[in-house]
């Protein structure tokens, strides 16, 4: 049997095992209109996306990911509990020189449900918690909800909020944000410059010594993004003891009652994360009641961060210990925000994928 055959069995035992769980297994087209990818992610995704233009369909994707669709199938066949698993190949473009497949098979497992989420996220975690058990990885938890709240609570403006927001999973260029949001460190220097130039001379000024209009930006574009940097440099940074406490959240890497502990008291002080908060000690609860101890995961706060930008709630990942080469055997979250920025509907889910040819390399050791 060839290594790929081999790989393709191991997928088909994980798909079998979310089939026997209630899944219906589903399939996607390969090759996906690239409008709703680009509507969620922004530009962003063309640097890890394979694209096409075809003449009648416009521009194509090959498939990156199986959630989108398999979501804009459910939500087209009416909302309501239901359980998908689905297995096939994704394509992603790998960083440079990195070494990493640009196809490979995926298998997953999603679960629209209704009702009490922590249950849910509980129920999808358990199912693959036991069946990676068997290749003693290390698994790893988070809470996106946690991080956006956090920003939804810091006392500064909506278009601060709404950038920090965007940039939550590029954890560079938030920290840059934040810090300069914060006071922490000055705008790069053409912007100092600018912004100096605004407050000394006006728009108006600037604007006639423009020269004429070139490029795709006209005029009033132009006058609009002065108004805006002048606007914002005018606005006092973060409190202080606000950007101390989303440091912290940040930062937190403790045991799963540990970091639920420490979260409940940063509530104290950034109130607007009590409901998260709230939500990590039902699902603690859900998972003791599946046979789970909380005290054996690991959770990080800023998990996740990296991953595809529609997680807002649970996160979790399974990793090899000792495998720092090797990316997660298997990622999931809760992505209620999706559903409804793709059919304006509540349909609250919650899901996962596992990556086969790593599973089943660690089950077997390197070919």
């Not at 693959?128 to 290749?135: E, M, R, T």
Request: hydrophobic share 45%.
């Amino acid at each position: 049997m060839t290594q790929k055959s081999r790989i393709r069995e191991e997928a088909e035992g994980f798909a079998r095992a979310f089939a026997e769980a209630g899944a219906v297994p589903v399939e996607t087209d390969l090759l996906l209109e690239a409008g709703p990818f680009l509507d969620l992610y922004g530009e962003d995704i063309r640097a890890r996306a394979y694209t096409t233009t075809d003449p009648d369909r416009g521009e194509l994707m090959l498939r990156p990911d199986f959630t989108l669709p398999v979501v804009r199938q459910h939500l087209s066949n009416g909302r309501g509990a239901a359980r998908y698993c689905y297995l096939g190949e994704v394509f992603r473009m790998p960083p440079t020189g990195s070494g990493r497949p640009r196809e490979y098979l995926q298998v997953g497992y999603e679960l629209f449900s209704e009702g009490d989420a922590a249950a849910a996220d509980a129920e999808v975690f358990a199912l693959f918690h036991g069946l990676l058990s068997p290749l003693g990885l290390a698994p790893v938890t988070g809470d996106m909800g946690v991080l956006l709240a956090a920003v939804e609570s810091l006392s500064t403006t909506p278009r601060r909020k709404r950038a920090l927001r965007r940039h939550l999973w590029r954890p560079r260029r938030f920290r840059t944000l934040f810090d300069r949001f914060a006071g922490r460190t000055e705008a790069s220097a053409p912007r100092r410059a600018l912004v100096a130039a605004l407050k000394a001379r006006g728009a108006e000024a600037l604007m006639a010594e423009a020269g004429p209009e070139i490029g795709l930006r006209t005029a009033a574009d132009v006058r609009a993004r002065l108004d805006i940097l002048a606007a914002d440099a005018a606005e006092p940074p973060i409190p202080q003891a606000q950007a101390e406490v989303l440091d912290a959240i940040l930062s937190l890497r403790e045991t799963l009652p540990n970091a639920y502990a420490a979260l409940s008291d940063m509530s104290v002080d950034l109130p607007g994360i009590g409901p998260a908060v709230t939500g990590i000690g039902r699902r603690m609860a859900a998972l003791e009641a599946r046979g789970l101890d909380p005290a054996s995961l690991a959770f990080e706060a800023s998990y996740g961060r990296t991953s595809m930008e529609y997680y807002d709630g649970f996160v979790f990942g399974f990793v090899a210990p000792g495998r720092p080469d090797l990316p997660p055997v298997a990622t999931g979250g809760r992505y209620d925000a999706l559903t409804r920025r793709i059919g304006g509907v509540e349909a609250p889910a919650v899901g996962g994928v596992i990556r086969p040819e790593i599973a089943l390399e660690l089950r077997e050791g390197p070919t």
